[in-house]
């Protein structure tokens, strides 16, 4: 890896195409890497996050380094790339001379990573598609503990973050991602876009998380996905049946809420799902 020194020597001669094509030319299917090269859509990505001056700022999975150089060009306090394909994270070690303390290599599984040990404030990634609902998941009981994350998933998935009441898409995790924070989707990427080319299209997301008064300990966080899980596993039948083993008086709940006993789980909103949860929790809605 020493030639990357008389190669790549200033952060404006790096791109993440030279770097594949230089250091490794190939993907591994089961890390689910599907690398991006085209620089504008990589800046377009990473200035969705706003500014990111003085920020800590976190990368999973950075590849050949389409949005790592980006982040880089900014004015961040630091960047931390959780890599754990071991050839990736050879090259970016061999490759941290051009950013000095600006970058931190981490190689590891991004699922057992703890990363309040780092306190990101903003997270930015193009998550491998293997791992990206579980990694959402592990993150949102403290969501609160970020400031905003741009992260690329496959369309499918971001379309269930984003889902309304009433479509196919909405379920679980819409709920939760959408009580969590504010969801919004940045743009929609073509297969193309990506090598190699996935058989789905992508799509970026932004997550703005509520603040912590805003949010729930991690005990009724854990108390409300159990629930949704119960209520989403029998999506059209209707709500009443299921919420009967959560509360004491489902019908009067429903009735104050502004639904009749028919509603089914998929027409209920996330505003309403979280006035249940009070109830559930508190005892009031």
């Not at 949005?67 to 970016?92: G, M, R, Y």
């Not at 931190?104 to 791992?131: M, Q």
């Not at 898409?169 to 940045?186: C, D, E, M």
């Not at 080319?197 to 912590?212: E, I, M, N, T």
């Amino acid at each position: 890896m020493d030639r990357s020194a008389s190669l790549f020597n200033k952060l404006e001669n790096l791109s993440a195409k030279t770097i594949f094509d230089e250091f490794y030319n190939k993907t591994k299917k089961k890390f689910g890497q599907n690398f991006l090269f085209d620089g504008k859509i990589s800046r377009k990505i990473v200035l969705a996050a706003g500014d990111l001056s003085g920020k800590i700022v976190l990368e999973i999975g950075p590849g050949p380094g389409g949005l790592t150089l980006e982040i880089l060009k900014q004015n961040v306090k630091k960047l931390f790339v959780l890599e754990f394909d071991s050839h990736w994270a050879e090259v970016w070690r061999s490759l941290r001379h051009i950013f000095g303390d600006k970058l931190e290599v981490v190689e590891c599984d991004a699922l057992k990573f703890d990363t309040e040990r780092i306190a990101p404030e903003v997270i930015i990634s193009n998550l491998p598609y293997n791992i990206s609902t579980q990694l959402i998941c592990k993150w949102l009981p403290r969501f609160h503990l970020y400031e905003r994350l741009i992260l690329i998933f496959q369309k499918e998935v971001a379309d269930r973050f984003c889902a309304l009441p009433r479509t196919k898409a909405y379920g679980r995790l819409s709920v939760l991602a959408q009580w969590k924070s504010k969801v919004s989707k940045i743009f929609n990427l073509e297969s193309g876009s990506s090598f190699p080319a996935p058989r789905v299209k992508s799509a970026v997301l932004k997550f703005v998380p509520f603040k912590l008064n805003q949010c729930s300990c991690a005990e009724e966080y854990l108390q409300f996905d159990n629930f949704l899980a119960s209520m989403f596993m029998h999506r059209r039948k209707m709500a009443i049946k299921y919420l009967g083993a959560f509360l004491p008086d489902p019908e009067d709940t429903l009735k104050i809420l502004g639904y009749d006993k028919n509603i089914r789980a998929e027409e209920i909103s996330v505003a309403d799902y979280i006035k249940i949860l009070e109830k559930i929790c508190h005892g009031r809605t």
